[in-house]
């Protein structure tokens, strides 16, 4: 039984030996073929769809994609529209505020919650829930509540503060900020969450030595803890500025982008020239200067994280 | 059966017992109510209100008549409970010429996301596996560039992929809707179960091997029956991120396909008519059920999941 199966293998390995070259190539196969969707998406769409949209950027496509050259007509527009510009600002307001309280508030809520309290679930959940909803009902529900005839403003006035004025959607020199609260509200969970799994992969015994030195808590946290969770904060960043180069959703539920263009944001832009004003040229390049953005964000941390020791 | 180690504290208690006697020692114990706890709990419980706020309002107003609300504010409770604003946003809110309300959103995004979810969870858990236990020359570098794929701004790959789905024909169905989700769910799921299985020891895999298992083999008989954890984590992430899409709905659907998220916006931001705010509560409210029934029901599994794909990631 044996020989009669080894010689049945025989030939048929006899064969693979004759046709050697694409061996290697057949080796693993199914493990080849079952990664061809993920192989497929990551060039064909990913490398090759950012590929395509960058080479288009640089044409004068308007209604349809043509592959006429037009240097850098289209990023010349594009820089001379004031609603670019606007849009631009209010990324980075946004951005930068978006950054700071998230971190301040992700920390002390995590370091809070760290405190061997009790309840802590129920204050977690809480806080996260939040995270579960999308950007179009947290947009909507803020809107309701900022609403000035209906909302914040008409309760404070209605408490006696006849002259309280607090109607972020409506003007345009704040509206960004009416942004900026819900947007706090739907994203700072999710950072909390990940510092107060940053805060308890530190060593007990750390906080057992501080206090065997007579450290104050706050001057730990400041000195010895944070120093520590540096990893979790980069991670954090990262995490939190790729989510703000995409901020779309709330501002399409919240403003629609006004009072005016005061609070446009350039992935609005984007959807707006590609598939409403048939202007995708402009689409394109737009598209393609928040690859940029991203990129300046990423190559640093690129270099943080892997640079040294990884041929990256 | 019993442990040592549950044994150990009652011995050490046992041994400590008649000290007890000498008089109270260790540390006096902590008040309840100390300068400390007031402003730890006081923080914790201001914040809370802000987290709760947005929900009681939700809530509240959806159960209020118009009336009440032009008179009212949005803080107080109903004083005549409705519940003809949710039937309303239910069955009869209009979006364009559609009188159905937002039934037909829902029933739009559940068709969208079962197949959805279906697929992107096999793919990417099949992907996982072949990344950590077949590796080949080259698939660590399609893996990188398919987790760097991640941080393109979506808006980048948006008019490539009308073109390919113009191509295959699927543009504007809800086929093609289910095609794009699997296209971007794939790098953080693919990277959950690629970490997940590389835990796996070796040892198993290798006798798995010898016994003559093959791709398909292992990863039915062996990795499959060990990974419900990581299964029930990827779906979480998946359903609460495919029900609350709203680009790729709005870019690669009609609007009578349209899921609930687009048709939502549509019913509470349309400029005609009188705004009928208690109906776009209930709206709101009702897109919101789905990801916050699973939320509360997963628990520590969802905090695991967004860990997970964070930190790793």
Same mark, same amino acid.
């Given at each position: 039984?044996? &020989?009669?199966?080894?010689?049945?293998?025989? @030939?048929?390995s006899?064969?693979?030996?004759?046709?050697?070259?694409?061996?290697?190539l057949?080796r693993?196969?199914s493990?080849?073929?079952a990664?061809?969707?993920m192989?497929?998406?990551?060039?064909?769409?990913?490398?090759?769809?950012?590929?395509?949209t960058?080479?288009?950027?640089f044409?004068?496509s308007?209604?349809? @994609?043509r592959l006429?050259?037009?240097?850098?007509?289209?990023y010349?527009r594009?820089?001379?529209?004031?609603?670019?510009?606007?849009?631009?600002?209010?990324?980075?307001i946004?951005?930068?505020?978006?950054?700071?309280?998230?971190l301040v508030?992700?920390?002390?809520?995590?370091?809070?919650?760290d405190?061997?309290?009790?309840?802590?679930?129920?204050?977690?959940?809480?806080?996260?829930? @939040?995270?579960?909803?999308?950007?179009?009902?947290?947009?909507?529900v803020?809107?309701? &509540?900022?609403? %000035?005839?209906?909302?914040?403003q008409?309760i404070?006035r209605?408490?006696g503060?006849e002259?309280?004025?607090?109607d972020p959607?409506?003007?345009?020199?704040?509206?960004?900020?009416g942004?900026l609260?819900?947007?706090?509200w739907?994203?700072t969970?999710?950072?909390?969450? &990940?510092?107060?799994?940053?805060?308890?992969?530190i060593d007990?015994d &750390?906080?057992?030595?501080?206090?065997?030195?007579?450290?104050?808590?706050?001057?730990?946290?400041i000195?010895?803890?944070?120093?520590?969770?540096? @990893?979790?904060?980069?991670?954090?960043?990262?995490l939190?500025?790729s989510g703000?180069v995409?901020?779309?959703?709330?501002?399409?539920?919240?403003?629609s982008?006004? %009072?005016?263009i005061?609070?446009?944001?350039?992935?609005?832009?984007?959807?707006?020239?590609?598939?409403?004003?048939?202007?995708?040229g402009?689409?394109?390049?737009a598209?393609?200067m928040?690859?940029?953005t991203v990129?300046?964000?990423?190559? %640093?941390?690129?270099?943080?994280?892997?640079?040294?020791?990884?041929?990256k | 059966?019993?442990?040592?180690?549950?044994?150990?504290?009652?011995v050490a208690?046992?041994?400590?017992?008649?000290? $007890?006697?000498d008089?109270?020692?260790?540390?006096?114990?902590?008040?309840?109510?100390?300068?400390r706890?007031?402003?730890?709990?006081g923080?914790?419980?201001?914040?809370? #209100?802000?987290?709760?706020?947005?929900?009681?309002?939700?809530?509240?107003?959806?159960?209020?008549g118009?009336?009440? /609300?032009r008179?009212?504010? /949005?803080?107080?409770?109903? *004083?005549?409970?409705?519940?003809q604003?949710?039937?309303?946003?239910?069955?009869? =809110?209009?979006?364009?010429?559609n009188?159905?309300g937002?039934?037909?959103?829902f029933?739009?995004?559940?068709?969208i996301?079962?197949?959805? *979810?279906?697929?992107?969870?096999?793919? =990417?858990?099949?992907?996982?596996?072949?990344?950590?236990?077949?590796?080949f020359?080259?698939?660590?570098?399609f893996?990188?560039?398919?987790? $760097?794929?991640?941080?393109i701004?979506?808006?980048v790959m948006?008019?490539?992929?009308v073109?390919?789905?113009?191509?295959?024909?699927?543009?504007?169905?809800?086929?093609?809707l289910?095609?794009?989700?699997?296209?971007?769910?794939?790098?953080?799921?693919?990277l959950?179960?690629?970490?997940? !299985?590389?835990?796996?020891p070796?040892?198993?895999?290798? =006798?798995a091997? *010898?016994?003559g298992?093959?791709?398909?083999?292992?990863?039915?008989?062996?990795?499959?029956?060990?990974?419900?954890?990581?299964? #029930? *984590?990827?779906?979480?992430?998946? +359903?609460?991120g495919?029900w609350?899409?709203?680009l !790729?709905?709005? #870019?690669?659907?009609?609007?009578?396909l349209?899921?609930?998220?687009?048709?939502?916006?549509?019913? +509470?931001?349309s +400029?005609?008519?009188?705004?009928?705010y208690?109906?776009?509560? =209930?709206?709101?409210?009702?897109?919101?059920l789905?990801?916050? #029934?699973?939320?509360?029901?997963?628990?520590?599994?969802?905090v695991?999941?967004?860990?997970?794909?964070?930190v790793?990631?």
């Amino acid at each position: 039984m044996a &020989i009669t199966e080894t010689s049945a293998a025989i @030939p048929a390995s006899g064969e693979r030996q004759a046709v050697r070259p694409p061996n290697r190539l057949f080796r693993n196969i199914s493990a080849k073929i079952a990664l061809l969707p993920m192989i497929l998406v990551a060039v064909g769409i990913f490398v090759g769809g950012t590929t395509w949209t960058i080479v288009y950027s640089f044409t004068d496509s308007g209604l349809l @994609p043509r592959l006429d050259w037009a240097g850098l007509e289209q990023y010349e527009r594009l820089w001379s529209q004031r609603r670019w510009i606007v849009s631009i600002q209010n990324l980075a307001i946004y951005g930068i505020c978006s950054l700071v309280f998230t971190l301040v508030i992700g920390f002390v809520l995590a370091a809070l919650l760290d405190r061997k309290i009790r309840f802590e679930d129920t204050f977690r959940t809480i806080f996260l829930y @939040p995270f579960a909803l999308s950007f179009i009902v947290t947009g909507l529900v803020w809107q309701w &509540i900022l609403n %000035p005839n209906f909302g914040v403003q008409k309760i404070v006035r209605s408490l006696g503060f006849e002259n309280f004025t607090f109607d972020p959607l409506y003007n345009a020199d704040i509206v960004i900020y009416g942004l900026l609260i819900a947007g706090l509200w739907q994203g700072t969970g999710l950072i909390m969450c &990940i510092m107060l799994a940053g805060l308890r992969g530190i060593d007990e015994d &750390i906080w057992k030595a501080a206090r065997v030195d007579g450290i104050p808590a706050w001057k730990t946290y400041i000195r010895i803890i944070i120093p520590m969770m540096k @990893p979790v904060f980069v991670t954090a960043l990262v995490l939190i500025a790729s989510g703000i180069v995409k901020l779309y959703d709330l501002v399409v539920a919240q403003t629609s982008g006004g %009072p005016g263009i005061a609070s446009e944001v350039p992935a609005k832009y984007v959807y707006d020239k590609m598939f409403q004003g048939q202007n995708l040229g402009q689409g394109f390049a737009a598209s393609t200067m928040m690859l940029v953005t991203v990129a300046i964000i990423l190559i %640093p941390w690129a270099f943080l994280q892997f640079g040294g020791r990884a041929k990256k | 059966m019993t442990n040592p180690a549950q044994l150990a504290p009652a011995v050490a208690a046992a041994g400590t017992l008649p000290r $007890l006697q000498d008089g109270p020692s260790g540390p006096p114990p902590r008040r309840a109510l100390s300068g400390r706890n007031i402003m730890l709990y006081g923080t914790l419980i201001v914040v809370s #209100v802000y987290y709760l706020l947005p929900l009681y309002v939700m809530i509240v107003t959806s159960l209020k008549g118009m009336p009440e /609300i032009r008179l009212g504010n /949005i803080f107080s409770p109903p *004083v005549e409970v409705t519940f003809q604003p949710w039937v309303k946003a239910w069955a009869e =809110a209009c979006t364009g010429i559609n009188c159905d309300g937002l039934s037909r959103g829902f029933w739009n995004s559940v068709r969208i996301l079962i197949p959805s *979810v279906i697929l992107s969870v096999s793919v =990417a858990s099949v992907s996982g596996y072949a990344l950590s236990k077949w590796k080949f020359k080259g698939s660590e570098l399609f893996f990188s560039i398919l987790l $760097l794929g991640a941080f393109i701004p979506y808006q980048v790959m948006l008019y490539p992929i009308v073109i390919i789905l113009r191509e295959l024909g699927l543009y504007g169905s809800l086929g093609g809707l289910v095609l794009v989700h699997l296209i971007f769910g794939l790098p953080i799921n693919t990277l959950l179960f690629r970490n997940y !299985f590389a835990q796996v020891p070796e040892e198993l895999f290798k =006798a798995a091997r *010898v016994d003559g298992a093959g791709f398909w083999g292992i990863f039915i008989r062996i990795m499959l029956p060990m990974s419900l954890p990581i299964f #029930v *984590v990827s779906l979480i992430i998946q +359903v609460t991120g495919i029900w609350n899409d709203f680009l !790729f709905g709005v #870019v690669y659907t009609k609007p009578d396909l349209y899921p609930m998220t687009v048709q939502l916006n549509n019913i +509470v931001n349309s +400029v005609q008519g009188v705004k009928e705010y208690n109906v776009n509560m =209930a709206a709101t409210l009702l897109t919101g059920l789905v990801p916050l #029934v699973i939320y509360f029901a997963s628990g520590k599994l969802f905090v695991r999941g967004i860990a997970a794909g964070a930190v790793k990631g």
